[in-house]
């Protein structure tokens, strides 16, 4: 569906070159990474942790951004980013064991879906670590809809699986129109965007605007969903977003 979205902007890029050679590769690993993997295991888990949760741990991809552009990207990390980063660090690591080791009375009863969220996070950095030379090479419309091509036929075996085991669809209105917001919205136009920035601007400058996802979904998931909001969640956040302002603070400048 995002891919079809797409189609009309990627007729009007025909008259650039298409990726070729290793670029083609690449782009088919931004797909399965980027999107097979990071989907599934983001739903995966979603369904086992908190939306709360899964918002102050998409933290973890602008992190990862920064520890690991150095050396595919080529970008130095600072003392500053480096402080940064093991502050939102600790900051994650507080969110999903709620507390402190041997301090608080338990751990957090969704570790296991904390944990296919941090996978998550970091198969979503694989996307724009994999895309960023592509990018600055290849337009964004014809990159983002092939990778969402191969993201959609990486998930196909997993969607034929669940389909054989009896799982199908409710067809709804709202469950439509779900669809159709996650499909047109949040993929095709929310990849567009954000690979039409980062054909632009280096990743850590691009990754600043990534923190605006843990707050407004930990946010959504209190106001909307009724989930709890323990004061662990609280100073995690906290630690998450400073230390991410910190360590991308000085890109910004």
């Known amino acids: 569906m995002a891919s079809l ?13 298409a990726p070729t050679g290793r ?3 690449t782009v088919a690993w931004m797909g399965i990474l980027g999107f097979g993997a990071a989907f599934v295991l983001a739903n995966w888990g979603i369904a086992a942790s908190t939306a709360t949760n899964a918002a102050l741990l998409i933290v973890v991809e602008p992190v990862a951004l920064m520890l690991l ?3 595919l990207l080529g970008e130095r990390l600072t003392a500053r980013e480096a402080v940064g980063a093991a502050l939102a660090v600790a900051g994650a690591v507080l969110v999903v064991i709620d507390g402190v080791p041997g301090v608080t009375q338990r751990l957090v009863p969704h570790w296991r879906g904390d944990l296919l ?6 198969a979503y950095a694989s996307y724009s670590l994999l895309g960023r030379r592509v990018l600055v090479r290849h ?6 809809a092939s990778s969402i091509l191969w993201g959609a036929v990486a998930m196909l075996p997993l969607a034929l699986g669940e389909w054989l085991a009896g799982q199908r669809p409710a067809w709804t209105g709202a469950a439509v129109a779900g669809t159709l917001y996650l499909g ?26 990534l923190c605006v996802q843990p707050a407004a979904g930990a946010g959504l998931g209190v106001g909307l ?10 100073v995690g956040g906290g630690l998450i977003l400073g230390g991410v302002l910190l360590a991308f603070g000085s890109a910004a400048r």
């Open 5 to 17: 979205a797409l189609s009309p902007l990627v007729r009007r890029e025909a008259g650039s070159p």
């Open 117 to 122: 969220l941090i996978l998550s996070a970091l």
């Open 225 to 234: 969903l009724d989930e709890p909001l323990t004061v662990f969640t609280l």
């Open 23 to 25: 670029d083609r590769w």
């Open 184 to 209: 047109v919205v949040v993929t095709a136009l929310g990849y567009l965007v954000w690979n039409w920035a980062l054909r632009r601007v280096e990743a850590p400058r691009a990754a600043i605007f």
């Open 139 to 144: 337009e964004a419309g014809r990159v983002t």
């Open 69 to 71: 552009g150095p050396a």
